[in-house]
């Protein structure tokens, strides 16, 4: 994990002298609920560990300097004044699409030196940008002293992220990156931001759950996500609806006679999504952790078959997970590639992990990265 001392010490190399502080924003892993956000319906994440921290100190005279520890030795150099969106193309879209976005919202915000390095997997469907993006935001609060909630924060971040750099993404990211909680999942309903705070710790069952990166990189700036959700606004509106979460379970196959054939995977998955969110979270308030496991495995071929976002990479980690030992497994984030959650036993972990190195190898891919992840805190000032 980057450290404090050491992203301040990047600061002064980079930009001289002391920065205003250090804020941190972690990344997320969803347990379920996918492409469901945009849709108004339920999400359950979790805050990851690995995070992104931004060194940053005030500037009065308009520009936005960024730097980025990962990124080509270069400091971007904006002026505030002159943001636009789309008018930024790199990675600095993302924090220049925040400051972008306060201006918009009415706050006086200037230029800053901001120093940005961590741990997060870009490209891993572990939402890097949302965490990048939160710990800007949050930074540039305690800056200029806007004393905003966190949920206003993650609504400024998606903004920036959606409007900015050009990627139609719901608010599930940024908010579980700005508001999570050690040790929890997040409960949110997209609709209209409400959140509970679900305690979700699987060593304490005897379990482990890992995320294997699979070094598949996705690119949700492609246009097939947007393609993804705009499908999805169709069938809610040839439906008759708000958005497909007002479609029941019980009503689905009566909606889908409604739809044209193209439209009836993507309603399916994201109905059938929300109650596997349901499924999940009364499983996780009665202690049966273990029981998650099939929902995720299921999830997963809804996102296979119904959405079809997988990739031969993440159905082949579900597949030999599960058949290694693993309770459930399934792909998280946006698709096209990223990351598989799979739920284990404690006992079985080290097996599974096994399983999957040598299933890569045999397949000839890249060895994927495994970590077990555990529930984090969500974005806040480091020091």
């Known amino acids: 994990m980057t450290g404090v001392s050491a992203v301040r010490a990047g600061f002064a190399e980079v930009f ?7 804020w941190a924003a972690p990344g997320r892993v969803n347990l379920i609920g996918e492409h469901t956000d945009y849709n108004d319906g339920f999400v359950l994440p979790i805050a990851l560990s690995q995070r992104i921290l931004a060194a940053a100190r005030p500037r ?14 270069q400091t971007t150099d904006l002026t505030v004044a002159n943001l636009r969106a789309g008018a930024v193309t790199t990675w600095a879209a993302y924090p220049a699409g925040v400051v972008w976005a306060l201006r918009e919202a009415g706050h006086e915000v200037g230029g800053a030196d901001v120093y940005l390095a961590g741990d997060v997997p870009t490209g891993a469907g572990l939402s890097s940008s949302a965490a990048l993006e939160c710990a800007v935001a949050f930074a540039y ?4 002293g806007l004393g905003l909630t966190a949920p206003q924060l993650a609504l400024l971040a998606q903004r920036a992220e959606n409007d900015f750099a050009g990627v139609p993404c719901g608010v599930m990211d940024q908010m579980a990156s700005a508001c999570c909680e050690a040790g929890s999942a997040l409960f949110l309903d997209t609709r209209d931001l409400s959140v509970r705070h679900v305690p979700f710790d699987a060593a304490a069952h005897g379990l482990r759950l890992l995320v294997v990166d699979t070094r598949v990189k996705h690119d949700l700036g492609d246009g ?7 499908g999805c606004e169709r069938a809610a509106e040839l439906a008759g609806r ?4 007002d479609v029941a379970l019980s009503e689905l196959d009566m909606v889908l006679g409604l739809l044209p054939p193209e ?6 998955h994201v109905v059938t999504e929300q109650a596997r969110v349901t499924e999940t979270l009364a499983l996780l308030h009665t202690g049966r952790v273990a029981g998650v496991g099939p929902v995720l495995t299921a999830g997963h071929a809804s996102l296979r078959d119904d959405f079809r976002v997988s990739c031969p990479e993440t159905d082949l980690v579900v ?3 599960v058949t290694a030992g693993a309770l459930g497994a399934r792909m998280t984030g ?23 190195e040598t299933a890569f190898a045999e397949a000839g891919y890249a060895r994927p990265r495994i970590f077990a992840a555990e529930a984090g805190a969500g974005a806040g000032r480091a020091e």
């Not at 097939?224 to 705009?230: D, E, I, T």
């Not at 946006?334 to 999957?356: C, K, M, Q, R």
């Open 319 to 321: 597949e030999t997970a």
């Open 334 to 356: 946006g698709g096209f590639g990223g990351s598989v959650i799979v739920l284990t036993s404690a006992e079985a972990a080290d097996g599974v992990t096994a399983a999957v």
């Open 263 to 268: 439209l009836h995977g993507l309603v399916r």
């Open 141 to 144: 609060d305690g800056m200029y």
């Open 242 to 245: 708000r958005a497909l979460r």
């Open 224 to 230: 097939a996500y947007a393609a993804l959700r705009a």
């Open 60 to 73: 009065s005279d308009g520009r936005l300097r960024l730097h980025s520890a990962q990124g080509d030795g």
């Open 16 to 22: 001289g002298g002391d920065p205003a502080g250090v």
